[in-house]
DNA sequence: TGGGAAGTTTAGAATCATTATAAACTTCTT
DNA sequence: AAGAAGTTTATAATGATTCTAAACTTCCCA
C-alpha cells in the first residue's frame, strides 16, 4: 500500500500535471485519496467538501476531478447516462454496476480474463477495455 | 439472415409488448430495422425521421426507443456522458468506441473470450456483460 | 521584495440531453 | 358509433455539466 503518503503522490502528479498545488486541489485530493479507492461523482464530492467545511464551488469540483483524470490520478467511469463516476483506482481493472441502487463494485484485473481481444480498427490504439457486469438486486 | 420480413418481427414484438402499432412507432421501426444493424442517437433518429418526411415528434422517438428497448428490439449502449446510443443488434456482442469520432462499431460475441467472471454479488443477478473497447484515432 | 503575468476560482448564466405534463388525438372494443 | 384506453405532441421542466468573465492567488524574476 502506498497510501501512508498520499499527498507526496498528489503533489508530484500535481507538479507533473502543471496544476498548481491550490488549497481547493489539495483539499479535494484528501477528501478523494485519503481512504482507500472510491468510486464518487462530483455532485457527491461537493458535498462531501462542504460537510467537512471545505468551500470549493461545483464548477470548481468539476474542473478538478477532470484535471486529476487527465493527470492519471483518477479515471472516469460512464455507466449510465445520468452522471459520471470518478474512480480514485487507476490500475487496471473492472466493475460491478448495481443498476438499481447506481452502486459500483470493483473487480481486481484477475478476476475477469478477457482473452482473444480482436485487433483495434486500422489506424486506432486501444486506449482502455472496460468490462461492466450489470447486475440488479433479486427481488424477493 | 431473418430480415426479409423485418415488419413481422416488429409487429408481433409490438403486440408481444402490449404497445399498439401506430404510425409513428412503424415508421420508426421500418428506419431502425430495415438497413442492417446500427447504434443511433435519439436526435439522430429523429433528424432521419424528418428526412424521410415521417412527422414524429422528438418526446415520441425518446419514447418509442425506450419502449423497443424494453420489449428487446433494441439494446441502449451508455458509453458517452453526452448522450445514448441504441443499438438495433439485440444479440450478444460487445463494442469498440472511437473515442474522438463518437462512433460505436460491434464486435461478434466469438471475437471476444471472457472467462473466469467472478460471481455476482450475492443477492444479486448478472443482467448483462458489457466490453467496450475505446479507441483514439492515431495522430500521424 | 513587489508587481505583473499567468493560472485559478467562483457565482451565475447557458447548454443540452432527457423527462414530465396535460391537452388533443388515435385506436380498440363492444 | 361511443367511450375507454393508449398515444402523441408542444411545451415546460429538470438536472448534470460547461461556459463566462470578473475577482482572486500564485508564481516568477527584476
Redesign the interface.
Known sequence: METSRPFARVLEQLRKADLRPTRQRLALAKLLFENGYRHITAEALHEEAAAADVRVSLATVYNTLHQFTEAGLLREI????T??YFDTNTSDHHH?F??VSGRL?D?AAE????????P??S????????????????TQ
Do not use: M, N
Open positions: 460512464v455507466v449510465d447516462g452522471r459520471s460491478f448495481h443498476e463494485e473487480i478476476q475477469i480474463v478477457v482473452s482473444e481481444l480482436p483495434a480498427p489506424g486506432t490504439t486501444v486506449a482502455r477495455v472496460d468490462v461492466i457486469i450489470r447486475v440488479t438486486e433479486d
